[in-house]
Nanobody
Framework: QVQLVESGGGLVQAGGSLRLSCAASGRLFSTYVMGWFRQAPGKERELVASISASGGGTTIANSVKDRFIISRDNAKNTMYLQMNSLKPEDTAVYYC?????????????WGQGTQVTVSS
């Protein structure tokens, strides 16, 4: 069983930055594809970014491309999401996920989420 704990969310003005962290328990972190998702009120959950087990490959949603950067430190069992030039539409609960299952966006393990609020 893997436990994921997100941190780093908060309230920020438009144009500001935040860095989210996702700390994972267990010894298999370095074998998992990881992802960041977000869900805004009244909207479906969407994949923001994903990163390969080694960190050498990443995907970024078009809506955050050139503003968000996903990374990981396998020695620290931690994944990050650097969010720059934040916009009010980035307001959502952000979740980290581990152990991608199959070609879609299903992941085995999920964190509890951290709220990001961007004021205009």
């Amino acid at each position: 069983q893997v436990q994921l704990v997100e941190s780093g969310g908060g309230l920020v003005q438009a144009g500001g930055s935040l860095r989210l962290s996702c700390a994972a328990s267990g010894r298999l972190f370095s074998t998992y594809v990881m992802g960041w998702f977000r869900q805004a009120p009244g909207k479906e959950r969407e994949l923001v970014a994903s990163i390969s087990a080694s960190g050498g490959g990443t995907t970024i949603a078009n809506s955050v491309k050139d503003r968000f950067i996903i990374s990981r430190d396998n020695a620290k069992n931690t994944m990050y999401l650097q969010m720059n030039s934040l916009k009010p539409e980035d307001t959502a609960v952000y979740y980290c996920a581990a152990d991608k299952m199959g070609p879609g966006t299903s992941y085995r393990y999920w964190g509890q989420g951290t709220q990001v609020t961007v004021s205009s």
